[in-house]
Structures are given as structure tokens and as C-alpha cells.
């Protein structure tokens, strides 16, 4: 029987820091507002809107190095990609294939994952059934954001701003046989079309508008196409709902109770929803990894970072039982339970 672990990880993120004073010298905000609401002190941006060099494959380039190095394998050794990211270099073709060309893979495949905040987790889901398929040895997963080259940092746009952040995170996942290593013990994955809009860009696309609006009548675009709109109350009513569901799915799959768990780690969307989740398990402080005030909520890398983190902190041993579970735009949900 092929089992999937996580033979290897890192992540990523740019060296400039934003602090919340940082932002309330440019919209009317505060650290205390920011605090309160979401816990974020901190995140990084990179240095300039533009940067054709620190893009979104870069951040995940950088991750995946560091993920190889703790795998003991070279970029060789990987026969596919899988790269989970909303803010990709182009508009097509997608990060996967820049980052298959930067850390000079052979021609692998690569393929790109579009589901925002539970990017990760899906992008983990089908890592995992490749695996246990026996179609790929040692794929590699990735999660990438960059989010600061399209905010409105404007007080329009300040519910949504002060949120995200840049980096990036990843993982070596690979086949083995070996019965006393680790595996990937449950996975699911939901959506919940009827709310796409609730947290969206919306432009360009073909609903809304293509390039040659921008060209032809730019003054047409609404701030609400253009930039992140989130319906913030809406969005946490259903995060605190699904976030349960979807972490009993996961662990009742597997035989296992909210006890067993050694490591949860959510999707940092916002440490109250983090908070509330904890408590709704009664689980320690000590089995909950959040890292969202240093980084805000970086999206589809948010869960790899914060693994990586907590692996590289020793949190996180092998053979410990970790839950990932993930809620966000789409709306989408979704958890990877699995034994390191
Ligand atoms: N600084 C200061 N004030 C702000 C602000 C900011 N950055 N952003 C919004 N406000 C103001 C609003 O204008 C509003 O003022 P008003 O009462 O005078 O109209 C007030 O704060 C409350 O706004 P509201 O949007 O109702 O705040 P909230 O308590 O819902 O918190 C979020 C906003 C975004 C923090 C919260 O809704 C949230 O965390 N939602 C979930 C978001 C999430 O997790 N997204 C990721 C999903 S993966």
C-alpha cells in the first residue's frame, strides 16, 4: 500500500515589513482596530507594486528550494508540480510552469490550483491521490501569494487591506511503502458557488470585463471590480460554520477524535475565527498553530507556511497527527488530515 508523506518543507516570505502603524500612515486605521478584529500586527509586502522579479513563482521558488534541501532530493527528483496561488504572475499561464522552468525541473507537469484561501489544502488533496495512485514519486506543493501589488489602500479598500500579506510555503510529498512512516489519512473538499461574489475579484474576467476595457473605457471600472471586495461579516459567519464540519468530516474519516489531534492548523484567515474553532474543540494552546500575526493572512500559503514554521520549530514530530483545515472565497473548504 503507497502511503503519502511530507518528506519535505519550507517557505518564504519578503524581507519588508508592514506594521500596523505602518498603515495607518496611509488610511484611517489603527493598531488596535487591526488588532482586535484579526490579531495581524505584522505582514510582509514586497518592496514595489511591480517587480518582475519578486513575483509569486519567485516567493514559491524560494519555498520549494528549501523544501527539497529538507527532502535531500534536487528539483530532478520531482515529477510534478502542483502550485496553489489567486495572485499569479500572469493572468495565464499559471505559476506552475515558471516554477518548473526556475528550479529546472525536467518536463514535468504542473499544474495550477485556483481555489484562494483553501488552495493549500485542495492542492495537498490531489498531490495525495496521485500518490496513491502510483502515477507520481515526489510531487511537489505549493502555495504563493502576493497580494500587495493589488490592494486598496485607501480607507475604500481598508477593511480588506490590513488583512493580507505576501509569502509563500511548501512541501515535498512522496510515495513510500515504508509501514512505520507517516501518511495522509483523510481529505476532503467543498464549494459553495452561490457565493463567489461575497469574496472576489471580479475584474479582469469575462463576466465583468476584459483587458481592452482597460484600454478602451478604464473609467467604467468600479473600485468594487477591480480590488479585493470581501463581505467581512458574511465571510466569518460561514468560516465558523463550515471550519467544524469540515475538521469532524476529516477526523471521523480516519476513526479519530478532536483529542487525538497533537497539531491543528488552520487557514490564518483571522485569529478570532481561529480562536473561536479552538475553543469549539477544547483544544490547548499548545495543539494550535497561528502565526497570522506576523503575516496576516497570506491565502493559499498560509497553511504551508505555517507548517513549515511549526516543523521547523519542532512542533510539529513525526508521528505526530496534524489536522490542516482551510476555509475561504469560492466559497470553499476543505481539511487534510494526516500523520507526520
Ligand atoms: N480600520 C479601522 N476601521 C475599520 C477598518 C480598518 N482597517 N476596516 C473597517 N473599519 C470600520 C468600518 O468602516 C466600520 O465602521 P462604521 O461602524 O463606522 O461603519 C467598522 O470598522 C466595523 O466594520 P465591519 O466591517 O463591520 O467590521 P468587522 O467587525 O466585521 O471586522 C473584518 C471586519 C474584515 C475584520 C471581519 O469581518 C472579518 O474578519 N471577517 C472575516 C474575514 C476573513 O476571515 N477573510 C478571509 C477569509 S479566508
Redo the contacts with the bound molecule.
Keep these: 500500500m503507497l502511503k503519502s508523506i511530507i518528506k519535505g518543507f519550507g517557505h518564504y516570505v519578503p524581507n519588508n515589513i508592514v506594521t500596523n502603524d505602518d498603515?495607518a500612515k496611509v488610511?484611517?486605521?489603527?493598531d488596535e482596530?487591526?488588532t482586535e478584529?484579526?490579531g495581524i500586527k505584522e505582514r510582509r509586502h514586497r518592496k514595489s507594486r511591480v517587480d518582475a522579479e519578486e513575483t509569486t513563482s519567485y516567493l514559491g521558488y524560494k519555498a520549494s528550494l528549501k523544501a527539497l534541501e529538507t527532502a535531500n532530493l534536487t528539483a530532478k527528483d520531482i515529477d510534478f508540480i502542483i502550485f496553489a496561488t489567486l495572485s499569479p504572475d500572469y493572468y495565464f499561464p499559471g505559476c506552475g510552469v515558471v516554477l518548473q522552468e526556475l528550479l529546472g525541473c525536467d518536463t514535468i507537469g504542473a499544474l495550477d490550483v485556483r481555489n484562494?484561501?483553501s488552495g493549500f489544502v485542495y492542492a495537498m488533496s490531489v498531490a495525495n491521490a496521485f500518490i496513491k495512485a502510483g502515477t507520481y514519486k515526489n510531487i511537489l506543493v505549493v502555495g504563493a501569494e502576493i497580494h500587495s501589488f493589488g490592494l486598496d489602500f485607501s480607507d475604500a479598500g481598508?477593511?480588506?487591506?490590513?488583512?493580507f500579506g505576501d509569502g509563500a510555503g511548501a512541501v515535498v510529498l512522496s510515495a513510500t511503502e515504508d509501514e512505520n512512516a507517516g501518511d495522509i489519512l483523510a481529505v476532503n473538499m467543498h464549494s459553495e458557488g452561490k457565493y463567489a461574489e461575497e469574496?472576489a475579484v471580479k475584474f479582469p474576467g469575462t463576466k465583468y470585463g476584459w483587458s481592452d476595457q482597460l484600454v478602451k473605457n478604464p473609467d467604467a471600472l468600479t473600485t468594487q471590480e477591480v480590488y479585493p471586495y470581501?463581505n467581512?461579516?458574511f465571510?466569518?459567519k460561514h468560516?465558523v460554520t463550515r471550519f467544524p464540519e469540515t475538521m469532524m468530516e476529516a477526523l471521523e474519516k480516519a476513526g479519530k477524535k478532536p483529542e487525538d489531534l497533537d497539531m491543528f492548523i488552520p487557514?490564518q484567515?483571522?485569529l478570532?475565527?481561529s480562536q473561536f474553532v479552538q475553543q469549539r474543540f477544547g483544544l490547548l494552546d499548545e495543539k494550535v498553530f497561528n502565526n497570522i500575526q506576523k503575516y496576516g493572512?497570506t491565502?493559499a500559503a498560509s497553511i504551508a507556511i505555517a507548517l513549515s514554521e511549526a516543523i521547523e520549530q519542532g512542533k510539529v514530530k513525526r508521528g505526530d497527527l496534524v489536522l490542516l483545515s482551510?476555509?475561504?472565497?469560492g466559497f470553499t473548504w476543505g481539511s487534510v488530515l494526516f500523520e507526520y
Design positions: 498603515l488610511m484611517t486605521t489603527s482596530w487591526i478584529r484579526t484562494q484561501c481598508r477593511s480588506v487591506s490590513v488583512i469574496l470581501m467581512g461579516n465571510v466569518f468560516a487557514h484567515a483571522n478570532r475565527i493572512n491565502t482551510a476555509f475561504g472565497s
